[in-house]
């Protein structure tokens, strides 16, 4: 089992930015999925973006164009920098990772992101 744990998040202006960390306990080189995901209050949690061991991107059509998912396999961390937040990107952040195409996710404790002036 991978420990996740994610930083950066904070209140930002409409408008602003913010690069949220996700921090591996051991190697990400080559495991299959790293995702970012987030739960807004009374929302369902939803899938933001992926990066797989390849290097491939996919991001739900919400975010395309303003998030960009990077990993660092030296570092063992994923990135996720945020640009043109808006209120509507206020919610809780979380990172998982998949070892495998048919394992189970394993995830971080999240990290707060508000968008609010």
């Known amino acids: 089992q991978v420990q996740l744990v994610e930083s950066g998040g904070g209140l930002v202006q409409p408008g602003g930015s913010l690069r949220l960390s996700c921090a591996a306990s051991?190697?990400?080189?080559?495991?299959?999925?790293m995702r970012w995901h987030r739960q807004a209050p009374g929302k369902q949690r939803e899938w933001v973006a992926v990066?797989?061991?390849?290097?491939?991107?996919r991001y739900i059509d919400s975010v395309k164009g303003r998030f960009t998912i990077s990993r660092d396999n030296a570092k063992n961390t994923v990135y996720l920098q945020m640009n043109s937040l808006n209120p509507e990107d206020t919610a809780v952040y979380l990172c998982?990772?998949?070892?495998?195409?048919?394992?189970?996710?394993?995830w971080g404790q999240g990290t707060q992101v508000t968008v609010s002036s």
């Open positions: 051991g190697s990400i080189f080559s495991i299959y999925a």
């Open positions: 990066i797989t061991s390849d290097g491939s991107t």
């Open positions: 998982s990772s998949q070892r495998t195409r048919f394992s189970p996710f394993d």
